[in-house]
């Protein structure tokens, strides 16, 4: 059995609770319909009774009729009395007992066989004589009228049900064109190889447009993903082709000097900065996937103190300081104590410190510096280098981007993955980095850590 689609069961339960709503108000209107037409019919029969008294004269001992009194007036037939009981004027209706007793101003139901009739007498006095007014409707007029309403309700009430339906259903299917647009959109993305794609839904601002807004914004994502996963890619396969290359070389080299130890020794020197050059590509490579997946558990979390380890990476990093003509200098807060694993912070330290240098000029400077801000412990490195330019400073965190690829510098920074490393590093353990920088005038790197 093929089921339902959406727009047919909204419309499915549209229709019903159109239908239970109409019934109920038709129900009420048939249930309550004969007491208002009762009552309207009694207010009217009182009204016609008394109103006809203006046409009434006493004229020579006796009671006249104007020439345009009507006996019979909106389905009341008027009957003139004497106090007596003599009828005087009008025409009595058939079936009617007309010795029928007055009641004066009061409505009667008066019943015989199967007819019914509603009655309303009403006295009148002039010049010391009396007259009595009798008003007589049929209740079976009254019951014809009901009928007419109930066959009138039972015909109109299945073509109400129809318009309903149909309403309901083209009601249903505008608002949910929107979505067929959005199955459509999304299946050309999912079918296509062609991620550029959107579904650029127009029209009001409601759920279903916030809906293909989101779509939208997720699509953006796995695009700017996507494009990352395959420059990072290539990006990798390039970076380990040349070291890989030059193993080989090297190898077959040595493998023909096998009669000169020289030569097959330099060989193995060579093989051996390639490899270890290799391996720690690989290592940032790895470290980088465990901070995309927020493993934290590949870590140890432990209280340290981020100013006594900046004094050690500072201290190691001298001797390639000062092969570049740079000076080292540190300001730091004394016992600044983090959350944080050890090794990473140990390589932010190392990676924006070479850094630093490797974009340094001879004879400048690299200021650290860290200290307590509330409850971050804010860091800063800074160089009067070369410095970033404006079209670089957004790209500086992606990986393997660098922006003097032509530069010699530290392996961290020759493969394009330190700072990317640092960014991933910082964000894993809830901080925040950002720089500052001009062109000849340098760069400052500033991170927080949450304490």
């Given at each position: 059995m093929k089921k339902l689609s959406i727009k047919m069961k909204v419309t499915l339960w549209y229709t019903g609770l159109i239908v239970i709503i109409m019934a109920v108000v038709l129900g009420v209107i048939l249930s309550s319909s004969d007491k208002v037409l009762l009552l309207n019919v009694q207010k009217n029969i009182e009204n016609i009774v008394k109103e006809s008294v203006e046409d009434l004269e006493y004229k020579h001992g006796r009671f006249e009729t104007d020439e345009d009194f009507e006996y019979y007036d909106d389905g009341v037939n008027l009957l003139i009395y004497t106090s007596g009981g003599e009828l005087l004027g009008g025409r009595i209706p058939a079936g009617f007992d007309q010795n029928t007793p007055f009641k004066a101003d009061e409505l009667q139901t008066i019943k015989k066989d199967t007819q019914e009739w509603l009655v309303f007498d009403y006295p009148y006095r002039e010049s010391g004589e009396e007259v009595w007014i009798?008003?007589?409707?049929?209740?079976?007029?009254?019951?014809?009228?009901?009928?007419?309403?109930?066959?009138?309700?039972?015909?109109?009430?299945?073509?109400?049900?129809?318009?309903?339906?149909?309403?309901?259903?083209?009601?249903?299917?505008?608002?949910?064109?929107?979505?067929?647009?959005?199955?459509?959109?999304?299946?050309?993305?999912?079918?296509?190889?062609?991620?550029?794609?959107?579904?650029?839904?127009?029209?009001?601002?409601?759920?279903?447009?916030?809906?293909?807004?989101?779509?939208?914004?997720?699509?953006?994502?796995?695009?700017?993903?996507?494009?990352?996963?395959?420059?990072?890619?290539?990006?990798?396969?390039?970076?380990?082709?040349?070291?890989?290359?030059?193993?080989?070389?090297?190898?077959?080299?040595?493998?023909?000097?096998?009669?000169?130890?020289?030569?097959?020794?330099?060989?193995?020197?060579?093989?051996?900065?390639?490899?270890?050059?290799?391996?720690?590509?690989?290592?940032?490579?790895?470290?980088?996937?465990?901070?995309?997946?927020?493993?934290?558990e590949h870590f140890l979390i432990e209280r340290i103190n981020i100013s006594e380890l900046a004094e050690i990476v500072a201290e190691e990093l001298e001797w390639m300081a000062q092969e570049a003509g740079i000076e080292i200098r540190t300001s730091l807060e004394d016992n600044l104590f983090i959350q944080a694993d050890q090794t990473l912070m140990t390589r932010v330290l190392m990676n924006l410190i070479t850094n630093a240098i490797a974009y340094g000029k001879p004879g400048g400077h690299v200021d650290i510096t860290l200290y307590r801000d509330g409850s971050q412990a804010v860091g800063k490195v800074s160089d009067d280098g070369i410095g970033i330019s404006a079209e670089h400073i957004d790209k500086i965190w992606d990986r393997f981007y660098r922006v003097d690829p032509t530069r010699t510098a530290t392996a961290s920074a020759n493969t394009g993955l330190g700072l990317a490393m640092v960014k991933s590093i910082i964000d894993m353990h809830g901080g925040k980095i950002e720089v500052a920088s001009e062109v000849d005038k340098g760069s400052t790197f500033t991170f927080r850590l949450p304490m």
């Amino acid at each position: 059995m093929k089921k339902l689609s959406i727009k047919m069961k909204v419309t499915l339960w549209y229709t019903g609770l159109i239908v239970i709503i109409m019934a109920v108000v038709l129900g009420v209107i048939l249930s309550s319909s004969d007491k208002v037409l009762l009552l309207n019919v009694q207010k009217n029969i009182e009204n016609i009774v008394k109103e006809s008294v203006e046409d009434l004269e006493y004229k020579h001992g006796r009671f006249e009729t104007d020439e345009d009194f009507e006996y019979y007036d909106d389905g009341v037939n008027l009957l003139i009395y004497t106090s007596g009981g003599e009828l005087l004027g009008g025409r009595i209706p058939a079936g009617f007992d007309q010795n029928t007793p007055f009641k004066a101003d009061e409505l009667q139901t008066i019943k015989k066989d199967t007819q019914e009739w509603l009655v309303f007498d009403y006295p009148y006095r002039e010049s010391g004589e009396e007259v009595w007014i009798r008003g007589v409707y049929p209740l079976n007029s009254l019951s014809s009228a009901m009928n007419a309403i109930l066959i009138a309700t039972l015909i109109a009430f299945p073509f109400l049900i129809i318009i309903a339906a149909a309403g309901g259903y083209y009601i249903t299917r505008r608002a949910f064109r929107p979505v067929q647009k959005m199955i459509d959109s999304v299946s050309e993305i999912s079918d296509g190889k062609d991620l550029s794609k959107r579904i650029n839904l127009e029209g009001s601002h409601d759920e279903i447009h916030a809906l293909a807004d989101t779509f939208d914004d997720m699509f953006d994502r796995l695009q700017a993903s996507f494009q990352s996963e395959k420059q990072f890619t290539s990006d990798a396969s390039h970076e380990l082709r040349t070291p890989t290359a030059v193993i080989i070389s090297q190898c077959e080299y040595a493998l023909s000097q096998s009669d000169r130890p020289e030569e097959m020794k330099e060989s193995l020197e060579v093989i051996l900065k390639q490899s270890r050059k290799m391996s720690s590509l690989i290592s940032q490579l790895l470290l980088l996937a465990r901070a995309d997946q927020e493993k934290m558990e590949h870590f140890l979390i432990e209280r340290i103190n981020i100013s006594e380890l900046a004094e050690i990476v500072a201290e190691e990093l001298e001797w390639m300081a000062q092969e570049a003509g740079i000076e080292i200098r540190t300001s730091l807060e004394d016992n600044l104590f983090i959350q944080a694993d050890q090794t990473l912070m140990t390589r932010v330290l190392m990676n924006l410190i070479t850094n630093a240098i490797a974009y340094g000029k001879p004879g400048g400077h690299v200021d650290i510096t860290l200290y307590r801000d509330g409850s971050q412990a804010v860091g800063k490195v800074s160089d009067d280098g070369i410095g970033i330019s404006a079209e670089h400073i957004d790209k500086i965190w992606d990986r393997f981007y660098r922006v003097d690829p032509t530069r010699t510098a530290t392996a961290s920074a020759n493969t394009g993955l330190g700072l990317a490393m640092v960014k991933s590093i910082i964000d894993m353990h809830g901080g925040k980095i950002e720089v500052a920088s001009e062109v000849d005038k340098g760069s400052t790197f500033t991170f927080r850590l949450p304490m």
